[in-house]
């Protein structure tokens, strides 16, 4: 028998790419609209009389390049930072696609955040054609900085602003990722913000990645023909207020996922427009520039095959 192969975080970190990750993630979405995605609403139990979660995401991708088998398991403890922990913990299940033997397992906390963020980045490219000068991210916790790199690095937007609850946590986010960027330059691209309102003004793409259970974003405040990519996922709770979700068209990642935990905003009379994936495959048409988008993200099971096999493939090319 094989041995199985451990993929540690900081292995993930080395070999991600963001051209690679986008790749992978496009494949992933498009597969749902070609019938090579194997999958269904990911599970949720509860841990007794806490706040806990145990999460699986269990699925299939056909693909020669991208195609996995696998399950993402993941816990949610939202206590976590009284012990200086993250909420988040997540590992992939990566099995062999002839025999079903488990392969790899890859801790998936940073592919977490790179997929969601590269799955955005799809959305953005196949939804919104024009003017992306300026992003505006709603919170700067391991989603928002992760959209602020892909973004910056897949589309190049001139600037990039940053708002988060506590401005603290905003302007060392910033200040980071101008470092990164280029430490020279006087104009920096990215920009913390302690106003929502100023920071969505001018944005012409929008990412919205918190974890309250508050409405952040009125339509008031938007620009004709924005992108929303919502990120936040909540049946209950949503961060943009309902009457952005009736003056738009609302495209999701996948129809399994959306009917169990999407139906809050199906209740609000709107009916979604269809998946990324049709788009890219040219089922249904993107919407018109005049209109606002919005992109609603929940996440899904071969996004995560898709971005293991490849982080697996990495591994093992650089290893021997
Ligand atoms: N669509 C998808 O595929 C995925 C979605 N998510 C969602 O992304 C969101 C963010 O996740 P992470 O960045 O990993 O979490 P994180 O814990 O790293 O960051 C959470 C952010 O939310 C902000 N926040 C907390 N309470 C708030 C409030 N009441 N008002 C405004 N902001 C508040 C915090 O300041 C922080 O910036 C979560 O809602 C999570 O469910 C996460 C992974 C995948
Ligand atoms: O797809 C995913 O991994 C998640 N979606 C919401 C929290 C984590």
């Given at each position: 028998?094989?041995?199985?192969?451990?993929?540690?975080?900081?292995?993930?970190?080395?070999?991600?790419?963001?051209?690679?990750?986008?790749?992978?993630?496009?494949?992933?979405?498009?597969?749902?609209?070609?019938?090579?995605?194997?999958?269904?609403?990911?599970?949720?139990?509860?841990?007794?009389?806490?706040?806990?979660?145990?999460?699986?995401?269990?699925?299939?991708?056909?693909?020669?390049?991208?195609?996995?088998?696998?399950?993402?398991?993941?816990?949610?403890?939202?206590?976590?930072?009284?012990?200086?922990?993250?909420?988040?913990?997540?590992?992939?299940?990566?099995?062999?696609?002839?025999?079903?033997?488990?392969?790899?397992?890859?801790?998936?906390?940073?592919?977490?955040?790179?997929?969601?963020?590269?799955?955005?980045?799809?959305?953005?490219?196949?939804?919104?054609?024009?003017?992306?000068?300026?992003?505006?991210?709603?919170?700067?916790?391991?989603?928002?900085?992760?959209?602020?790199?892909?973004?910056?690095?897949?589309?190049?937007?001139?600037?990039?602003?940053?708002?988060?609850?506590?401005?603290?946590?905003?302007k060392n986010v910033v200040d980071e990722l101008n470092q990164n960027n280029d430490?020279?330059?006087?104009?920096?691209?990215?920009?913390?913000?302690?106003?929502?309102?100023?920071?969505?003004?001018?944005?012409?793409?929008?990412?919205?990645?918190?974890?309250?259970?508050?409405?952040?974003?009125?339509?008031?405040?938007?620009?004709?023909?924005?992108?929303?990519?919502?990120?936040?996922?909540?049946?209950?709770?949503?961060?943009?207020?309902?009457?952005?979700?009736?003056?738009?068209?609302?495209?999701?990642?996948?129809?399994?996922?959306?009917?169990?935990?999407?139906?809050?905003?199906?209740?609000?009379?709107?009916?979604?427009?269809?998946?990324?994936?049709?788009?890219?495959?040219?089922?249904?048409?993107?919407?018109?520039?005049?209109?606002?988008?919005?992109?609603?993200?929940?996440?899904?099971?071969?996004?995560?095959?898709?971005?293991?096999?490849?982080?697996?493939?990495?591994?093992?090319?650089?290893?021997?």
């Open positions: 028998m094989a041995s199985i192969v451990y993929i540690s975080e900081n292995r993930v970190r080395e070999l991600l790419n963001w051209e690679e990750t986008y790749k992978s993630i496009k494949c992933a979405l498009e597969s749902v609209s070609k019938e090579r995605a194997f999958q269904d609403k990911r599970s949720a139990i509860k841990l007794g009389n806490t706040y806990n979660f145990l999460f699986s995401m269990c699925g299939g991708l056909s693909d020669k390049t991208y195609g996995g088998l696998g399950c993402k398991l993941f816990t949610y403890f939202p206590e976590n930072f009284r012990k200086n922990e993250p909420a988040l913990k997540a590992n992939i299940f990566l099995l062999d696609e002839e025999t079903g033997s488990l392969k790899a397992v890859i801790a998936a906390a940073h592919i977490t955040d790179w997929r969601t963020a590269a799955a955005s980045a799809v959305a953005t490219k196949y939804l919104h054609s024009e003017n992306n000068n300026v992003l505006a991210i709603l919170g700067a916790g391991s989603q928002g900085k992760a959209h602020a790199m892909a973004f910056k690095y897949l589309f190049n937007f001139n600037k990039i602003n940053i708002w988060n609850r506590t401005t603290e946590r905003a430490n020279t330059s006087a104009n920096k691209v990215f920009v913390a913000y302690d106003s929502i309102k100023e920071c969505v003004k001018d944005a012409d793409v929008i990412v919205t990645a918190t974890s309250g259970n508050e409405t952040l974003l009125k339509l008031e405040w938007l620009k004709k023909g924005v992108h929303i990519n919502a990120v936040r996922v909540n049946p209950v709770y949503r961060e943009l207020e309902d009457d952005i979700y009736k003056s738009s068209d609302v495209y999701i990642d996948y129809w399994e996922g959306a009917k169990y935990e999407l139906e809050g905003i199906k209740d609000l009379g709107v009916e979604f427009k269809g998946q990324i994936g049709d788009v890219i495959a040219r089922v249904i048409a993107p919407p018109s520039s005049d209109r606002i988008s919005v992109f609603q993200s929940l996440g899904m099971p071969v996004e995560d095959c898709a971005v293991a096999r490849l982080v697996y493939d990495l591994h093992i090319a650089s290893n021997v």
